[in-house]
């Protein structure tokens, strides 16, 4: 099974939807949960991190983890077309080592729609 | 503001050709790392380098190798490129001083070899 697996989409919405995007992930040891959005012909920039369980809120955008099942969910309110981009989950591995690596998902493209 | 720059944004060269892919950061950061992002395979780890002139195997290091002479550098070579090769490269550094590991990333490099 693979550290980190996250459905690649491609996901397509109508401006004002709310986006949900995940990842599952195979280690319960993993604290720190990241995702990063990429533009299309740009490098990957962090978009928000969150710690251990619970969620996060930054604007539009919430960040979920549920520890017990090992998921994690970045949700997207009002989504507008300037949130298409790939969304990519990231995980920092906690042990040992060289723990400035990250884990990345896939990636999951959304297209959101005038 | 944080930089990452790469050396160029397109790339074509032919099968057989030394390739120099070229790293810079500003923001003295001692792990640097290598990626290439295929469509359906995400990113993936081809080296990473914590220190200058240390370096140490990613995922897919076959047919790479880097060179990192000062700590603001890190370059990637294809010491014979084949046509497999073709993909986004992308760079990236972090500190490795928070626990959640930001990486930064540039703005990659489309490498064609034909």
């Known amino acids: 099974q693979k550290e980190v697996e996250q459905d690649p989409g491609p996901l397509s919405v109508p401006e004002g939807a709310i986006v949900s995007l995940n990842c599952t992930y195979s280690n319960s040891a993993f604290q720190y949960f990241m995702w990063y959005r990429q533009y299309s012909r740009k490098g990957p920039e962090l978009l928000m991190y969150t710690y251990s369980s619970g969620n996060k809120e930054d604007g539009r955008f919430t960040a979920q983890v549920d520890k017990s099942s090992k998921y994690i969910s970045l949700f997207i309110r009002d989504s507008q077309p300037s949130d298409s981009a790939t969304y990519l989950c990231?995980?920092?591995?906690?042990?040992?080592?060289?723990?400035?690596?990250?884990?990345f998902g896939k990636g999951t493209l959304l297209t959101v729609n005038p | 503001d944080v930089k990452v720059t790469q050396s160029s944004r397109y790339l074509v060269k032919r099968t057989g050709e030394k390739v120099f892919l070229e790293c810079v950061q500003d923001m003295d950061h001692e792990n640097m790392f290598w990626y290439r992002q295929d469509p359906g395979l995400g990113l993936r780890l081809i080296y990473f380098?914590?220190?200058?002139?240390?370096?140490e195997k990613g995922d897919i290091p076959e047919g790479y190798s880097v060179s990192r002479e000062k700590k603001e550098r890190f370059s990637l070579i294809l010491e014979s490129a084949s046509t497999n090769q073709t993909s986004m490269y992308l760079c990236?550094?972090?500190?490795?001083?928070?626990?959640?590991?930001?990486?930064?990333f540039g703005p990659g490099t489309r490498l064609t070899v034909l």
């Open positions: 990236a550094s972090t500190s490795g001083g928070l626990a959640y590991n930001e990486q930064f």
């Open positions: 990231a995980i920092p591995p906690n042990s040992g080592g060289s723990n400035y690596k990250l884990t």
């Open positions: 380098s914590y220190d200058v002139k240390m370096k």
